[in-house]
C-alpha cells in the first residue's frame, strides 16, 4: 500500500499548542500522524521557540521567517497574507506532487500560483477573517488601530476570492460553511470542527465553589469580556469568581483587585488551567463576534461541569442543548446563581458523551478528513 503525504503549511509553530489556531494545527498533525500520514510541515516562525515536539510527528519541517515591517503592511494583499510570502516554501511544495493543505487565509499566498495548479489544494477555515478584523475596527478606540483594522478587513475581503482554486475547503462552523458555500458554490465546502486537546470527556459530578472564565487575556477580545463579567456581572453577585488567562493588562488587574470575590490567576499553565476548568461549577464563555469555533468551548464542554455562554459563542456549532445561554446582564446574573447551587449529575455526563464524542471526536474527524483528501486513491 502506497504512503500517503501530505504539505502543511502553518501560519505560526504549531507548538505549544496554547491558542485558538495552532491547537487545530497541532492535533490535526497529531493525528494524521497516528494514521501514517508523512507530514511535510512548513512553519512561519515569529515569537516562538523551534520545538523538538514537533520533530517527532512529521517527516520533513521547513521553517521560514515572517517578513514583518512597513512593507508588508504597504501592499495590496493583506498583511496577515504578504509578510508569509516565501519563494523558499514555494520551492519546497514543488519538489513533489502531493497534496498542500493551508492552514488559515493568512498561508494562502500561493493557492492561486499557477505552478501548483495541478496540485490538490485544501483550504483550511478557523475564521471568515474580514468579518473578525472589522469586529476589531468597531470595538477599538484607538484611531490609528481603528484604521488599520478596517483597512484590514478592506483587503481581507478582496483577497478572500482567493479561495476558488481550494480544491477543497474544511470549515469548523456550521455558519461559516453556510457563508462561504454561499460565495463559492463551485467549491467543495465541508464542515469538519476543529482538533483538540481531549481524547475522552473528563467530568466531575456534584458542584464546585467558584465561577471561571478563562482565555488568553492579551487577546483584546477576551480582555473585552473579562472587564464586562466583572464591571456587570459580578461586581453584585457576589458569588467567588475566577478571571484566568495569558498575560493579563495591568489595567485589568487593577480593575479585578477592587473586588474581594474575584480573583485573577495569570499565566497558569495547561494542567493548572485544565483543574481550574474542571473543579469550577460554573463555566462562564462569553463572544463578541459570531465566528469560528472557539475551541476553549469545547475543552470545558470535555472537562467542565455546567457551561453558560452567550448566544455568539455557539453560532454554527450545533452544541445549544449542552449549555445554559443568556444574553443580558439580568439573564447572565439569574443563570449564575440559579446553576451555582445545581449538582451536576450523571444524566448530564451522559448527555455530553453522547453528543460530543459522534460530532467533535478527533478519531471521528480524522477519519473524515483522510478520507476526503485521499478520496481519489
Known amino acids: 500500500m502506497p504512503e500517503n503525504h501530505l504539505h502543511i503549511i502553518s501560519f505560526n509553530i504549531p507548538f505549544p499548542p496554547n491558542y485558538g489556531g495552532v491547537i487545530d494545527v497541532f492535533y490535526k498533525i497529531k493525528a494524521l500522524h497516528s494514521a501514517g500520514i508523512k507530514i511535510h510541515l512548513h512553519c512561519f516562525e515569529y515569537g516562538r521557540e523551534i520545538p523538538e515536539a514537533l520533530n517527532k510527528l512529521c517527516a520533513e519541517i521547513y521553517y521560514y521567517n515572517r517578513k514583518t515591517g512597513l512593507l508588508s503592511a504597504l501592499s495590496i494583499a493583506p498583511y496577515i497574507v504578504k509578510s508569509r510570502k516565501s519563494k523558499e516554501l514555494l520551492s519546497n511544495l514543488l519538489k513533489d506532487k502531493h497534496p498542500i493543505l493551508f492552514e488559515g487565509l493568512h498561508s494562502c499566498y500561493y493557492l492561486n500560483d499557477k505552478r501548483l495548479a495541478d496540485r490538490i489544494k485544501i483550504y483550511r477555515e478557523s475564521n471568515i477573517e474580514h468579518h473578525y478584523y472589522f469586529h476589531l475596527f468597531r470595538s477599538e478606540k484607538n484611531l490609528f488601530k481603528r484604521m488599520y483594522f478596517l483597512i484590514a478587513s478592506l483587503k481581507l475581503r478582496i483577497f478572500q476570492s482567493i479561495l476558488k482554486h481550494a480544491s477543497l475547503m474544511l470549515v469548523v462552523s456550521q455558519s ?202
Do not use: W
Not at 461586581?235 to 475566577?242: C, G, S, T, Y
Not at 499553565?269 to 460554573?282: F, G, K, R, T, V
Not at 472557539?294 to 442543548?321: D, F, I, P, W
Open 176 to 377: 461559516d460553511a453556510e457563508y462561504l458555500k454561499d460565495k463559492f458554490p463551485e467549491n467543495e465546502v465541508i464542515y469538519l470542527p476543529s482538533f483538540h486537546s481531549n481524547e475522552e470527556i473528563i467530568l466531575k459530578q456534584g458542584k464546585g465553589n467558584y465561577v471561571l472564565y478563562h482565555g488568553n487575556l492579551s487577546v483584546p477580545e477576551n480582555e473585552e469580556a473579562a472587564t464586562y463579567l466583572t464591571e456587570n456581572i459580578f461586581n453584585d453577585v457576589e458569588i467567588p469568581f475566577i478571571i484566568a488567562g495569558l498575560n493579563p493588562s495591568d489595567k485589568l488587574k487593577k480593575l479585578i483587585s477592587t473586588y474581594q470575590h474575584i480573583n485573577l490567576i495569570a499565566n497558569p499553565d495547561d494542567d493548572s488551567m485544565n483543574e481550574l476548568i474542571s473543579e469550577a461549577q460554573l463555566n462562564i464563555l462569553l463572544t463578541f463576534q459570531a465566528t469560528g469555533l472557539k475551541l476553549k468551548l469545547l475543552n470545558t464542554l470535555y472537562r467542565g461541569r455546567y457551561c453558560l455562554v452567550n448566544s455568539k459563542m455557539l453560532a454554527g456549532t450545533n452544541l445549544h442543548s449542552l449549555c445554559s445561554i443568556a444574553d443580558t446582564d439580568n439573564q447572565l446574573k439569574i443563570a449564575v446563581k440559579q446553576l451555582f447551587n445545581l449538582e451536576f449529575n450523571n444524566a448530564e455526563v451522559q448527555k455530553r458523551k453522547e453528543i460530543l464524542s459522534e460530532n467533535f471526536s478527533n478519531k471521528s474527524n480524522l477519519n473524515k478528513l483522510v478520507n476526503l483528501i485521499y478520496k481519489e486513491k
